[in-house]
């Protein structure tokens, strides 16, 4: 049984800074793939970042230059570092792991004021 608990969310204005975190738990060791997708209301689910194993990275166009991913794989931990956030960031964002199977977490609301 794998879970994905996100935290980190919450409201900031515009310009601000968040930290999103993910921890993995379960059996699996170390997945291939961790990453963030997020949701806007009366929109699609969106990629926002994810990162290899190895550490390679995959960022949308909209937030290249202002958010970071990281992990740390012997805590089976994800992060979002996101800064400079802008109103259109506001979503519910998502933590994804990947090994086999597609796991999700919870969710977590990230709104940004204008």
């Known amino acids: 049984q794998v879970q994905l608990v996100e935290s980190g969310g919450g409201l900031v204005q515009a310009g601000g800074s968040l930290r999103l975190s993910c921890a993995a738990s379960?059996?699996?060791?170390?997945?291939?793939?961790m990453g963030w997708y997020r949701q806007a209301p009366g929109k699609q689910r969106e990629l926002v970042a994810s990162?290899?194993?190895?550490?390679?990275?995959n960022y949308a166009d909209s937030v290249k230059g202002r958010f970071t991913i990281s992990r740390d794989n012997a805590k089976k931990t994800v992060y979002l570092q996101m800064n400079s956030l802008k109103p259109e960031d506001t979503a519910v964002y998502y933590c994804?792991?990947?090994?086999?199977?597609?796991?999700w977490g919870q969710g977590t609301q990230v709104t940004v004021s204008s």
């Open positions: 994804n792991a990947v090994y086999g199977n597609t796991y």
């Open positions: 379960g059996s699996i060791f170390s997945f291939n793939v």
């Open positions: 990162q290899t194993r190895s550490g390679t990275t």
